[in-house]
T-cell receptor, first 112, second 112 residues
Framework: ETGVTQTPRHLVMGMTNKKSLKCEQHLGHNAMYWYKQSAKKPLELMFVYSLEERVENNSVPSRFSPECPNSSHLFLHLHTLQPEDSALYLC???????????FGPGTRLTVT | QKEVEQDPGPLSVPEGAIVSLNCTYSNSAFQYFMWYRQYSRKGPELLMYTYSSGNKEDGRFTAQVDKSSKYISLFIRDSQPSDSATYLCAMSGNTNAGKSTFGDGTTLTVKP
């Protein structure tokens, strides 16, 4: 596989569930990102990791918990979400935090 | 007031038309300007990247930045059905890709 992959592509979960989103990049990049994309709203940066260390956390509720075990993998752990958390969650990677970002296809999350 | 305002659309044009996509912004510190294209069920991909004022051309695409008016545009000449997508403008005050501020996006449909 090449580029940035995300699994699952679609996820429906109840407010009491715990689930995880997975992102994998095959580009040898050192920086990875999580974004939230809601309808009619701009892309919102959630977290930035550089060399597996979190360097940015944009006031994201604690029900979203990121994990970066190595430079190729990024997870977003979800628990006790709210219906307003329903959105497309995009992962991206870049060579470093100043370089062009490459996005994955996203996970479409629906919270019921 | 949002830092970046993008023409909301949707926009529908016949094949071969010239398309103009526009964004205005309020932060005079923005110096890096980007246009992303996002196809349905895909993540955004970087289309054009410009620094400061001026024009940049790449095939049928021209990006224009007018910093004095805080206005940027993307022109698509000889539009094709394959150009049908959502276009996102993004801008940043430095080279940190993760610090970009995005517009809401404009959905374009080019009809054959």
């Amino acid at each position: 596989e090449t580029g940035v992959t995300q699994t699952p592509r679609h996820l429906v979960m109840g407010m009491t569930n715990k689930k995880s989103l997975k992102c994998e990049q095959h580009l040898g990049h050192n920086a990875m990102y999580w974004y939230k994309q809601s309808a009619k709203k701009p892309l919102e940066l959630m977290f930035v990791y550089s060399l597996e260390e979190r360097v940015e956390n944009n006031s994201v509720p604690s029900r979203f918990s990121p994990e970066c075990p190595n430079s190729s993998h990024l997870f977003l752990h979800l628990h006790t979400l709210q219906p307003e958390d329903s959105a497309l969650y995009l992962c991206a990677s870049s060579q470093d935090t100043t370089s062009e970002q490459y996005f994955g296809p996203g996970t479409r999350l629906t919270v019921t | 007031q949002k830092e970046v305002e993008q023409d909301p659309g949707p926009l529908s044009v016949p094949e071969g038309a010239i398309v103009s996509l526009n964004c205005t912004y309020s932060n005079s510190a923005f110096q890096y300007f980007m246009w992303y294209r996002q196809y349905s069920r895909k993540g955004p991909e970087l289309l054009m990247y410009t620094y400061s004022s001026g024009n940049k051309e790449d095939g049928r695409f021209t990006a224009q930045v007018d910093k004095s008016s805080k206005y940027i545009s993307l022109f698509i000449r000889d539009s094709q059905p394959s150009d049908s997508a959502t276009y996102l403008c993004a801008m940043s005050g430095n080279t940190n890709a993760g610090k970009s501020t995005f517009g809401d996006g404009t959905t374009l449909t080019v009809k054959p």
